[in-house]
């Protein structure tokens, strides 16, 4: 390749034994590059119809301990309805036995002496 002369000079008076001391520093700056690439382009709602139909497939073979994991997922994305997540994550919790957790879940999100989410 027919370089010109201004970049051949340059490259001729390059160390490039001493470019070794620099491959850390390119390979966190490429890390953070398609980090910031990955953020800019994520979409929590992506996420939240992929759980929430892993937790609803779940939910027909009685897979509780699937149907936990997806809904408390929803529930750290933030995103509504909040009560439902909590409602699937108490089904799962009495599915596995673990009827003391599951009713405080449903003491929260259907209190007695207010309207509370419907289903529970």
Known sequence: MNWPR???????????????????????????????????????????????ETAGQALAVKDFETIRVASQRLLGLGIEPQ???????????????????????LATIAPVEKPGYLPA
């Open 6 to 52: 201004p970049i051949k000079r340059w490259l001729r008076t390059r160390e490039f034994r001493l470019f070794r001391w620099g491959i850390p520093a390119l390979l966190a700056g490429a890390t953070w590059l398609a980090f910031g690439i990955w953020l800019a382009f994520w979409n929590p709602y992506q996420l939240k119809s992929h759980y929430a």
């Open 83 to 105: 009560r439902k997540y909590l409602f699937n994550v108490a089904l799962s919790l009495a599915g596995l036995q673990r009827e003391k957790e599951a009713a405080s879940l």
